[in-house]
Nanobody, 124 residues
Framework: QVQLVESGGGYVQAGGSLRLSCAAS????????MAWFRRAPGKEREFVAA????????YYRDSVKGRFTISRDNGANTVDLQMNSLKPEDTAVYHC?????????????????WGQGTQVTVSS
């Protein structure tokens, strides 16, 4: 069973930046797709960004395109989310997820392992 641990959340003013990181245990990290999802208060968990095993293909929800960048380091077993030009509507708990397949999707139930999450709060 893989363990995922997120870090890097915090409090930032609108227009600011944060970089989230997710560290994964295990030897097969480079075989699987990874993604970031978020859950805002009173809302369902939603897709934010995903990346395929080699890191060459990425996917984003429309509202973060051009502002967020997902990347991975298979040697270090980490997947990061660089978030720029943050908006109050980005406020949420951010979770990284692992999918036991080599291609990423935007569907929550396609991911089998999750981290505990890291809080991102953006003030207006």
């Amino acid at each position: 069973q893989v363990q995922l641990v997120e870090s890097g959340g915090g409090y930032v003013q609108a227009g600011g930046s944060l970089r989230l990181s997710c560290a994964a245990s295990g030897r097969t990290f480079s075989s699987y797709a990874m993604a970031w999802f978020r859950r805002a208060p009173g809302k369902e968990r939603e897709f934010v960004a995903a990346i395929n095993p080699a890191g060459l293909t990425t996917y984003y929800r429309d509202s973060v395109k051009g502002r967020f960048t997902i990347s991975r380091d298979n040697g270090a077993n980490t997947v990061d989310l660089q978030m720029n030009s943050l908006k109050p509507e980005d406020t949420a708990v951010y979770h990284c997820g692992r999918r036991l397949r080599s291609f990423a999707t935007e569907v929550v139930s396609d991911y089998d392992s999750w981290g505990q999450g890291t809080q991102v709060t953006v003030s207006s």
